[in-house]
């Protein structure tokens, strides 16, 4: 089984075409989408189609319950393209009901019990909008009730921050193990899948990642892709409603 992970496509309908034609390339048999579809970018409805149809399992993240109810707890940018997209929920079109039935039924969490995966969007204690940072390496406690509710392997999104913590409370970045790590059968590991749409680890390329089966361990091979950010910035900067910002980070991968 070769299974694909994405994560925080933010309505960036070019990196997410992107993204998907690389998957087809790379011969995957499944694609699971740790949430946060929606939100900051120009193409909503488009995104959500597309995740709709090519991914097996698709999570509640925190901007998508946003737009399903009042948001709470974001940066006013952040709410005001919550509410705008919400708005191009709203439009009439066939496909209205069947958008918003899909995001009122993403389950917050996935479990693959035979193998030892939980899937999530934030955290395991919080999968829908706890923050887990390269920083918490030095919160021992934190990391340790994570991995007390981990079994083998967890992956998740959130931060937009890609990267493996090991149980040694030690995290390692993608371009410390040259974008391919095993994962042996021995000790747990949280695994931040990285973001599609708007990364933040000041690479701007779309980032997602690849997991195939070798034994008793798994491989883990991350990917970069360019794809046309200036077309993503500029539907930004032409809608009203998002702020200039949301496009202007795209570039800086921040």
């Given at each position: 089984?070769?299974?694909?992970?994405?994560?925080?496509?933010?309505?960036?309908?070019?990196?997410?075409?992107?993204?998907?034609?690389?998957?087809?390339?790379?011969?995957?048999?499944?694609?699971?989408?740790?949430?946060?579809?929606?939100?900051?970018?120009?193409?909503?409805?488009?995104?959500?189609?597309?995740?709709?149809?090519?991914?097996?399992?698709?999570?509640?993240?925190?901007?998508?319950?946003?737009?399903?109810?009042?948001?709470?707890?974001?940066?006013?940018?952040?709410?005001?393209?919550?509410?705008?997209?919400?708005?191009?929920?709203?439009?009439?079109?066939?496909?209205?009901?069947?958008?918003?039935?899909?995001?009122?039924?993403?389950?917050?969490?996935?479990?693959?019990?035979?193998?030892?995966?939980?899937?999530?969007h934030g955290s395991p204690r919080n999968p829908l909008n706890e923050y887990i940072f390269p920083e918490d390496i030095y919160n021992p406690r934190k990391l340790g009730i994570q991995f007390n509710l981990v079994t083998r392997f967890s992956f998740q999104g959130h931060t937009h921050v890609p990267g493996v913590f090991s149980d040694s409370s030690k995290f390692y970045s993608p371009e410390e193990f040259s974008y391919e790590k095993e994962l042996p059968s021995e000790g747990k590991f949280l695994i931040n899948v990285g973001s599609v749409g708007q990364p933040r680890d000041n690479d701007p390329r779309a980032c997602y990642v690849i997991l195939e089966k070798d034994g008793p361990s798994y491989i883990l091979r991350y990917r970069r892709l360019e794809y046309p950010i200036d077309k993503a910035v500029s539907k930004i900067h032409a809608i009203p409603q998002l702020d200039k910002f949301l496009g202007d980070r795209l570039r800086a991968g921040r």
């Open positions: 089984m070769k299974r694909a992970i994405i994560s925080d496509v933010h309505s960036n309908l070019e990196a997410l075409q992107t993204v998907l034609e690389d998957i087809q390339r790379e011969k995957v048999d499944e694609i699971f989408c740790l949430g946060d579809v929606i939100g900051y970018g120009a193409n909503p409805v488009e995104c959500i189609d597309l995740v709709r149809a090519n991914c097996k399992v698709c999570l509640l993240g925190n901007h998508d319950q946003g737009a399903l109810f009042d948001p709470e707890g974001f940066n006013d940018s952040a709410e005001q393209a919550i509410y705008w997209t919400r708005s191009q929920l709203e439009r009439p079109h066939p496909k209205q009901d069947e958008r918003w039935d899909f995001l009122n039924e993403r389950p917050r969490s996935y479990r693959d019990v035979e193998n030892g995966m939980l899937f999530v």
